[in-house]
């Protein structure tokens, strides 16, 4: 008989702190939204098979936001435009509800939904040509968008509503915006219950989620990247303290369950965190792999799957670190797969781990609670139902908890060892470029200015300079950012700030007025030195064929945990009199993806053009919106000719476009980075004006 091994699922349920905590009103509505869709549904699916034991760690910036709404102190601008009739919506309401309801995720929710695609359809149209059902029922929709999805949709809203596919009633909108409150205001009890029952294990996190190395001293950094770092650093352990203390209460108070564990914001540790962590009463926490197997590389199958015992100055901890090719895998590739193959492969794998023990074991995955789910088919529940099933069938294994396999297990010492995160076992994505580094001398200051108030005032004005130590704000600093979602936290983050000095009566400081993002969008010049006309045939590019383009070598960038290959290794782009032609070469990760989306969004005088290209499962096809001739191969490049008629645009016209890698479920890279780039189309006289002499 195998040796048994608890497979520890720890589910890591984390939002931002999107209120402004002077007014209550969440600026983006992410947290209520994802609670109504992911959450809920993993809450769903753990009593649908009590026999599966999980740990969920919850944040406790996102369960004091839940209560919030659960009790009517918090409010967004998604939530109104819900709750408002339609024929309450003025103008600027309707362009709003317009724009924020069509941003769903195209493939999953608005391609199979007939109704959702006739709205798409009318994006471009002025909000007064809208009909009141239309905007009606895009509200529906988007209730439903962000609503339980799959068959867990049935118990929650009336089947003969869940069945009306268009021409949704008054009655209907509040019915269903019911459906989904409900599922927020009943969250945090029934995460109680489920913790009470024994099925789940609470678990929780730094208060607003800061990365504690670097609140302690941002000079820890040093040791595992050669970056840049602010001068004067950052040190102030008493926060980290802090957080640690009163997220630990927090969520032992509103959930009325004792906490043991901790799962440090980004897996995040370094030898004096785990002592904080310790002296915060915790008694076990988690991280990646890297930051075991940097310290033992020999034989990783042989130690990853123990628990290990850290002596600190302040106590002892238990330390069990995340499998981070399983737990990738439910993140972001089997997305792509069938339900069957992907539950298979992973039970595949556990069974391997399994048979290789000599001795009982721990496997740790660790993963975010929501993000996955949106490219699942169905949310996920298929998926989720099926793997936990499984799982739960499997001889020599065993769904636990942290805390049940860490009592199961004997624990090993752990070695000193090196600090770092989860996402490559260093800090780069939260220090060491220029915003990165302004950020931290924002933060400095505020910390500097706010240590000099009175205590009236500190105690006004503390939760907002907690909100502003969260690790969230400069995961979107950097070159590898999506510009309009940084802008988004940018001014969240500097609002953070501000509210410390307002919440204190004081005077904002001049320079939180002043973004920390370098400049706004870029213009990137796209300068052919000549006419060109290569054949489409996606092979490599030629020495001649593609000579007179333009050529890119874009940075490595990507998404949520990125890993750091490049992804767009090279983009070639000219033009003839009559066509614009694209070239891209992957990196080995694009490649390799099963799954491939690459779009590419042009702007001309004459409109705007929407160029989609998508590998599934060993399928390509195309698309372009709207409707016009192109040609395109995908093989060892992508090449695209795409006539100026198909852009919009004529001779001496300018275009601005950039282009979007999706893959596995995430988004992999943009080019460029931030912005846009520009080419001028060749003019009519434009073989007059560079006619040889």
């Known amino acids: 008989m195998p040796e048994l091994l608890s497979v520890c699922f720890l589910w890591h349920f984390h939002q931002p702190q999107y209120q402004d905590l002077t007014s209550g009103t969440a600026l983006l509505p992410w947290t209520r939204l994802h609670c109504a869709r992911n959450y809920a549904m993993m809450l769903e699916l753990l009593e649908e098979q009590p026999a599966v034991h999980v740990t969920i760690n919850i944040t406790p910036v996102l369960a004091t936001q839940l209560d919030a709404y659960a009790h009517g102190r918090s409010s967004d601008e998604w939530l109104e435009l819900t709750s408002t009739p339609v024929t309450r919506l003025d103008v600027d309401q309707r362009m709003r509800l317009i724009t ?12 199979p939904d007939a109704r959702y ?45 869940l069945a009306k596919s268009r021409d949704y009633t008054e009655e209907d909108r509040t019915a269903l915006l019911e459906a989904q409150q409900e599922l927020v205001r009943n969250f945090l009890p029934r995460l109680a219950r489920l913790a009470a029952s024994g099925q789940i294990e609470l678990a929780t996190s730094p208060f607003a989620h800061p990365i504690i190395p670097l609140l302690i001293d941002t000079d820890v950094a040093r040791s595992v990247q050669d970056t840049p770092f602010p001068q004067p650093g950052f040190r102030h352990p008493e926060d980290a303290f802090m957080h640690l203390d009163l997220g630990k209460k927090t969520v032992e108070d509103l959930l009325h369950q004792r906490v043991q564990g901790c799962w440090p914001s980004e897996g995040s540790v370094s030898q ?59 993140g972001f590739w089997y997305a792509s797969l069938t339900k069957e193959h992907a539950v298979g492969q992973f039970l595949d794998s556990v069974r391997s781990i399994r048979d290789a023990l000599d001795r009982p074991g721990v496997l740790s995955i660790i993963l975010d609670g929501e993000n996955a789910w949106e490219f699942y088919p169905e949310g996920g529940v298929p998926f989720l139902r099926a793997l936990y099933a499984a799982l739960a069938d499997e001889p020599g294994v065993c769904l636990s908890t942290v805390a049940e396999a860490i009592e199961r297990n004997s624990a090993t010492p752990m070695p000193d060892f090196r600090p770092g995160s989860w996402i490559d076992g260093n800090f ?43 690790s969230d704000w400069n995961w979107w600093y950097g070159r590898d950012r999506t510009f309009q979602t940084a802008v988004q936290f940018d001014d969240l983050y500097r609002l953070h700030l501000a509210n410390v ?26 300068l052919p030195v000549g006419l060109m006309n290569p054949g489409i045939d996606g092979g ?21 945990m990125n890993s750091g290959v490049p992804v767009v290794t090279s983009v070639r782009i000219g033009y003839s009199l009559s066509d614009m032609y694209l070239l891209m070469q992957f990196g080995s990760q694009a490649a390799a993806a099963r799954d491939l989306q690459v779009e590419v969004r042009c702007t001309s005088p004459g409109g705007s053009t929407h160029l989609i290209i998508r590998r599934d499962d060993g399928k390509t096809k195309a698309s372009i919106d709207p409707l016009g001739p192109m040609m395109w191969a995908l093989g060892e490049t992508l090449q695209i000719r795409l006539p100026f008629e198909s852009l919009r645009a004529r001779r001496g016209d300018t275009i601005t476009f950039a282009i979007v890698v999706l893959g596995e479920g995430h988004l992999m890279s943009a080019v460029p980075a931030h912005g846009v780039m520009s080419i001028e189309l060749p003019a009519a006289d434009y073989e007059l004006q560079h006619r040889e002499v």
């Not at 924020?100 to 391609?111: G, S, Y």
């Not at 962590?277 to 020999?298: H, K, N, Q, V, Y």
């Open 428 to 470: 780069r994505i939260w220090i060491g470029e220029d915003e990165d580094n302004r950020a931290w001398q924002y933060l400095r200051e505020t910390r500097e200015d706010w240590a000099r108030f009175d205590p009236a005032e500190q105690e006004h004005s503390r939760m907002s300079l907690l909100a502003a130590e969260g």
């Open 117 to 161: 695609t006739e709205l798409y359809r009318l994006r471009n149209e002025p909000p007064g040509s809208w009909s009141e059902q239309e905007l009606r029922d895009l509200q529906c929709k988007f209730i439903l968008a962000w609503t339980c999805r799959g068959d867990l949709q049935a118990g929650l809203v009336d089947r003969t509503l």
């Open 540 to 560: 490599p590019p030629g020495d001649l064929d593609w000579a007179s383009a333009h050529h890119i070598k874009p940075n490595s960038g990507g998404g949520a």
């Open 501 to 526: 000095y307002t919440q204190a009566g004081k005077q904002i400081p001049d320079r939180l007025l002043v973004p920390i993002l370098d400049g706004g969008p870029t213009m990137v010049p796209i």
């Open 272 to 330: 004096d965190a785990v002592a904080e962590i310790a002296r915060a009463g915790f008694s076990w926490t988690a991280t990646d792999e890297e930051i075991l197997l940097r310290e033992l590389p020999d034989e990783p199958h042989r130690v990853l799957y123990r628990p290990y015992r850290a002596q600190t100055r302040a106590g002892e901890v238990t330390m069990v670190f995340r499998d981070r090719g399983l737990s990738d895998a439910i």
């Open 100 to 111: 924020l309801f069509l941003d769903v995720n195209r493939e999953r929710i608005i391609d």
